[in-house]
């Protein structure tokens, strides 16, 4: 069990908040994966341009929470 207290102190110390603005993207498909994003306050939306779509569909709603 301190393994695992010692592992989530080490992650803890490399968290960082970071906010966006309204319609600004967070990632983008095919981005290197190098963050992992946890959504304290508002909410997010997964969009994709489908095939046949001349616009980008929401695919999948994020709340916080």
């Known amino acids: 069990f301190r393994h695992l207290?010692?592992?989530a102190g080490q992650l803890s110390d490399e968290v960082k908040e970071e906010?966006?603005?309204t319609g600004q993207f967070?990632?983008?498909e095919?981005?290197?994966g190098d963050k992992f994003y946890m959504l304290m306050t508002g909410e997010a939306f997964a969009i994709k341009?489908?095939?046949g779509k001349t616009e980008p569909t929401r695919v999948f709603?994020?709340?916080a929470g």
């Open 5 to 7: 207290m010692t592992k």
């Open 19 to 21: 906010n966006f603005e």
């Open 26 to 28: 967070i990632i983008r």
């Open 30 to 32: 095919g981005e290197r």
């Open 49 to 51: 341009l489908l095939p």
């Open 61 to 63: 709603e994020y709340k």
